[in-house]
Nanobody, 115 residues
Framework: QVQVVESGGGLVQPGGSLRLSCAAS????????MGWYRQAPGKQRELVAA???????NYADSVLGRFTISRDNAKNTAYLQMNSLKPEDTAVYYC?????????WGQGTQVTVSS
């Protein structure tokens, strides 16, 4: 039915930047909020950034001021611009609807911050 596919991860040095993309299938994308989540090895999955259907955003304290979530409804795509990356940002990053149940968790995209 509805699927999300993350891309854009990779290896980056501390202080560097990456932009993640989340492409959603289906026709419901524009009506619901989207979130970026991450899970590091041995840790719980956490919501790091959220954007509502109208464009309001919220961020976890750990990424506030460094990450920016955005969306392009015409492209059914959400983005996560990550700046000033730190080693503790290393994780698998996932995208999904804030209202769970539309899409299964995908494969995610790995972000590794290391020198």
């Amino acid at each position: 039915q509805v699927q999300v596919v993350e891309s854009g991860g990779g290896l980056v040095q501390p202080g560097g930047s990456l932009r993640l993309s989340c492409a959603a299938s289906g026709s419901i994308f524009s009506f619901y909020g989207m979130g970026w989540y991450r899970q590091a090895p041995g840790k719980q999955r956490e919501l790091v950034a959220a954007i509502t259907s109208s464009g309001s955003t919220n961020y976890a304290d750990s990424v506030l001021g460094r990450f920016t979530i955005s969306r392009d409804n015409a492209k059914n795509t959400a983005y996560l611009q990550m700046n000033s990356l730190k080693p503790e940002d290393t994780a698998v990053y996932y995208c999904n609807f804030l209202r769970r149940g539309f899409a299964d968790w995908g494969q995610g995209t790995q972000v590794t911050v290391s020198s």
